[in-house]
């Protein structure tokens, strides 16, 4: 049974940090691309950063409104992946998601390149 599970979500002032941390069990980490999404209130889920198997820096993507706030990372020995969450806002707020992905070149960017999902983990931005 393949499991995802986020960690490391909470509150944090505008201007803090977090890092959210994904642990994954019951499949080949090493072979699944990890992405990360997030759901506020009233809207669709949206992509936020995903990262190859590889996890080089060549092989991680970012949506607009956290490149340079985010970084995304994995831990292949670990079975984990992070996203380290700099720079915060309140608009920041959301449900965050990790996702896995087994294909060949599946799109990370997109809800339906992957195949497994967590269950998310709240982020909430105060002012």
């Known amino acids: 049974q393949v499991m995802l599970v986020e960690s490391g979500g909470g509150l944090a002032q505008a201007g803090g940090s977090l890092k959210l941390s994904c642990a994954a069990s019951?499949?080949?980490?090493?072979?699944?691309?990890m992405g990360w999404f997030r759901q506020a209130p009233g809207k669709e889920r949206e992509f936020v950063a995903a990262?190859?198997?590889?996890?080089?820096?060549?092989?991680?993507y970012y949506s607009d409104a956290v490149k340079g706030r985010f970084t995304v990372s994995r831990d292949n020995a670990e079975r984990t992946a992070y996203l380290q969450m700099m720079s915060l806002k309140p608009e920041d707020t959301a449900v965050y998601y990790c996702a896995a992905s087994g294909r060949i070149g599946a799109l990370l960017t997109s809800n339906d390149g992957y195949d497994y999902w967590g269950q998310g983990t709240q982020v909430t931005v105060s002012d």
């Open positions: 990262v190859r198997r590889s996890g080089l820096d060549t092989g991680k």
């Open positions: 019951g499949l080949t980490f090493s072979s699944y691309g």
